[in-house]
């Protein structure tokens, strides 16, 4: 259980985000939504401890782990970027081997049979036949799910996601983000997830947090969903739009 | 782990193998310390205050220092050189007293002096500028006799002078050059002790702005000379540049070239910045030549270079002919040659 | 089944390389101006008789020399692959931190205030180098978020004043002697190596090494944006001045024995990329092999092209320009 109390944070003396609250369960990905610039990356940056909050804790299963170590945060909480950073020519097995660095001690290399884990994780994205490949030669949506499996092989309770499917086309956006449900739900995770389209967010999180100018606005699980509530809600967000029922979700028009 | 040890191995095995030839290394030297006992003929003290010891008489020898190269003509042991510095073709006098040196393996410069080569020749004696200290110890080290010299000035070189003399067993070819030299210096004194000291500007070699500043050698051969280095305020470093405008204040009334200057006579006396000086209005601009050595430097033939000063500054007691036949009867005494008086200019 | 991973030929490349580079090493160690045969030198290893003479210039001048290329051209080449790796930058070179710089000022306070004797240009090139990368990681403490621009900041900071400095005292300096020397010194040159200047900077040397090759997986992670980096639980600048502090001890080492040489930490990484197209350490490794063979190539040609030695710098940029060329051609 991840529970995140009184946060409050942001850069050079300004501040951010502020009395940031939520809980979140196992086996549940939650959406974290919001216009550009109203904190969301700052948000998850406290998460995995690149920054840190003014004030608030962050707790998993009792406790603060603002408090320990790098290492012991990684092996609790991982981030998948919203981009890679991979310059050098890298084989596409050594991309996803690299998200075993927290288990490792501090002078250690990843033995075979975290080469093992590793190849594992790629037969599960059906991604084996690429392993030897060079990771920069790989499609956007390839890179991202390669990527989806370097979080993977870190094996934390919680992981967070940034924009996950922002340079993705529609098919795969869809095909991560399912991935990522499947994961979740099947090996009991927290998920957190960034996101832009309110509609992504409906389709498959289970609870919705919506920031807005550094707060958070709104907070509600997508079951069992009002439309009136819906409509009120994202129209202050979104502008004029219309809420349209599908197969049991909503999807939102404009 | 066996990930791991695939990944030391190599680099194990490099240090396996640094460590190996290191370790014949350290076994090596240890064995041969042992000194066999040799009845000891001299002791040469050296400038770097070592203390040589020659035991038996030298044969061959490295030199690597032009001034000593030159000086080991004079000694008469020309033949003996088996190696001596990089680019001797740029001295006139190996060609004219020496030119088998011309072929001789060259052993490097005072800049990048090549240990290997000298030691490849196995001479009996190396002589070296006492700025390679690091080469001479380690030289020492492979066994050799090596003689550091530092013929800064006159004590300096005549010291240097006995050294090789005695080190060669030609103390008194040595002791005749010394002499020479100080009759010639006392000679000088006498002529100009009564005379009016010059102003003399001098220009250094790559630049004429460039001068000699009271530390160098040829500031003490101006003075010797009669004359007064105009620059002789400025003590701080060696050679100094000046401005046109400091050379204007100074007005010498001589202005003199050193040997091998990248200019001419022509291009100091056509200098539309120097015509208000009085030595370009007189035209008493004097270029000392390089036809044979460099005598603005403590060589052994340096004394030339005072004479030759003396009678620029002063040819009223001593006149360029009598500096002319000074000059062949030096180079026929001890370099057994005849040189050409006429191409001895000013 | 576990597939063949492609480490193994990244292990049958290093062999390779590693074949090479000994064979270079020995046609190094037998050229030089005083003769010694291969049939010698292996009397020597095997401690048979030789002359006496012999075995001392093998063992004074000739095998120290050959072992401080491999130092030089291992040393460069994997610190080069190191900086171009945690600074992100497949153009950084050793200097980047101003390491060069702070040598070359050690060395030029040596020849031009002080005696210029080589030992003392020595010790001060390896305080130079040293002083000027912490000066350099002291000024990124001024940067509130302190990230990888920032080091490069401060590298070009502390880099500039030295250079400044450098010219003052070149400009003060005795035209006649000290210039050139401080000139010549800049030029890289493998030319005055002893026994003894080769074991004095071999601890440093091998603890800088030692560092790199303990922290070699977090130099790969460092490759990665700092918000990957501490998302993975490493605390990246920290681990970032360990890998300089450590690559700083490998190159004050070599650089204040023999002085600048240029491109080896530059191209040698390159090398080694192109081959593996991979970036780990076993690819520094074989960078470090590649730079072997340049430098004993270039140190070759310094001896024999002239009676006298050119500095081994202008044969590496010859070597090294053309081949940088050669890379814009493969640029994606």
Known sequence: ?254 | ?346 | MIKKSSNNNTYVQIYIGLLVMVISLIISISIGRYPISIKEIAKIVLGKEVSELTQRVFLTLRLPRTLMALLAGAGLSISGSVYQTIFKNPLATPDIIGISSGANLGAAVAIGLLSGRPITVAILAFIGGLLAVFGALGLTRITKNIGVTTFILAGIVIGSISQGLIMLIKFTADPERQLASIEYWSMGSLASVTDSKLLSILPFFLLGIMGLYLLRWKINILSLSDQEGSSLGIRVNRIRISVIISATLVVASVVSVTGLISFIGLIGPHIARIITKKNDFNTAILGGISGVIIIIIADTLARSLSSSEIPISILTTFIGAPFLAYLMRKIR
């Open chain 1, 1 to 254: 259980m991840l529970r995140i109390e009184d946060i409050c944070a942001g850069y050079n003396g300004r501040t951010v985000i502020e009395d940031i609250n939520f809980v979140c369960r196992p086996g549940e990905l939650t959406a974290v939504l919001g216009l550009n610039g109203t904190g969301k990356t700052t948000l998850l940056n406290v998460l995995c401890g690149l920054l840190k909050p003014k004030k608030g804790k962050v707790i998993v299963n009792g406790h603060d782990i603002l408090k320990i170590s790098e290492r012991e945060r990684a092996r609790n909480i991982s981030l998948m970027p919203q981009r890679h950073s991979i310059i050098y020519d890298t084989k596409v097995i050594d991309v996803v081997l690299t998200g075993i660095t927290p288990h490792l001690a501090f002078f250690e290399t990843p033995s075979k049979t975290h080469k093992e884990a590793a190849e594992d994780i790629l037969r599960m994205l059906k991604m084996e036949q690429y392993s030897e490949k060079n990771f920069l030669e790989l499609s956007e949506g390839q890179k991202q799910l390669i990527i989806f499996g370097r979080t993977l092989l870190q094996n934390s309770e919680i992981m967070l996601f940034d924009e996950p499917d922002s340079s993705l086309d529609y098919r795969n956006k869809h095909m991560l983000i399912d991935k990522i449900k499947d994961v979740l739900s099947s090996d009991q995770k927290i998920g957190l997830v960034t996101l832009h389209d309110p509609n992504l967010a409906l389709c498959y999180c289970d609870n919705i947090i919506i920031i807005w100018e550094g707060t958070i606005y709104a907070k509600f699980p997508t079951k069992d969903l009002d439309v009136s509530y819906i409509n009120r809600i994202f129209s202050k967000l979104l502008g004029n739009v219309s809420i349209l029922c599908h197969k049991d979700k909503y999807v939102i028009a404009r």
């Open chain 2, 1 to 346: 782990m066996y990930k791991i040890c695939k990944g030391s191995m190599k680099l194990i095995l490099v240090l396996i193998l640094i460590i190996a030839l290191l370790g014949t290394a350290c076994s090596k030297t240890a064995q041969n310390d042992e000194q066999i006992e040799k009845p000891t003929s001299m002791v040469i003290k050296d400038h770097l205050g070592r203390e040589i010891e020659i035991d038996k008489p030298v044969e061959t020898i490295v030199s690597g220092y032009y001034i000593t190269t030159s000086l080991l003509i004079a000694l008469g042991l020309k033949d003996n050189i088996v190696g001596l510095e990089s680019k001797p073709e740029m001295r006139p006098i190996y060609s004219l007293a020496a030119p088998e040196l011309l072929d001789l393996p060259s052993v490097g410069t005072l800049k990048e002096f090549n240990i290997e080569a000298t030691v490849a020749l196995n001479p009996d004696l190396i002589i070296v500028s006492s700025r390679l200290k690091d080469s001479v110890e380690t030289m020492e080290k492979l066994g050799f006799k090596v003689i550091a010299v530092n013929p800064e000035d006159e004590q300096l070189l005549n010291e240097t002078i006995l050294m090789v003399g005695k080190a060669t067993n030609r103390t008194e070819v040595a002791e005749k050059l010394i002499e020479y030299n100080n009759n010639k210096a006392n000679m000088i004194k006498d002529l100009v002790k009564d005379k009016e000291r010059k102003d003399v500007y001098l220009g250094g070699n790559s630049n004429f702005l460039l001068t000699a500043s009271s530390k160098m050698y040829q500031n003490s051969l101006i003075e010797l000379a009669g004359g007064r280095n105009v620059a002789e305020d400025i003590d701080d470093t060696y050679w100094a540049e000046i401005s046109y405008e400091q050379l204007i204040i100074y007005n010498p009334d001589i202005i003199v070239g050193v040997p091998s200057t990248t200019y001419t006579k022509e291009d100091v006396l056509t200098d539309s910045r120097l015509v208000s000086l009085d030595a370009v209005k007189n035209k008493d601009v004097y270029f000392m030549p390089a036809n044979l050595e460099n005598w603005d430097s403590p060589i052994p033939s340096g004394i030339l270079g005072s004479l030759w000063m003396t009678s620029v500054l002063h040819e009223d007691v001593y006149s360029f002919d009598e500096f002319k036949e000074d000059a062949f009867e030096f180079y026929k005494e001890f370099y057994n040659i005849e040189i050409d008086k006429d191409e001895l200019s000013k």
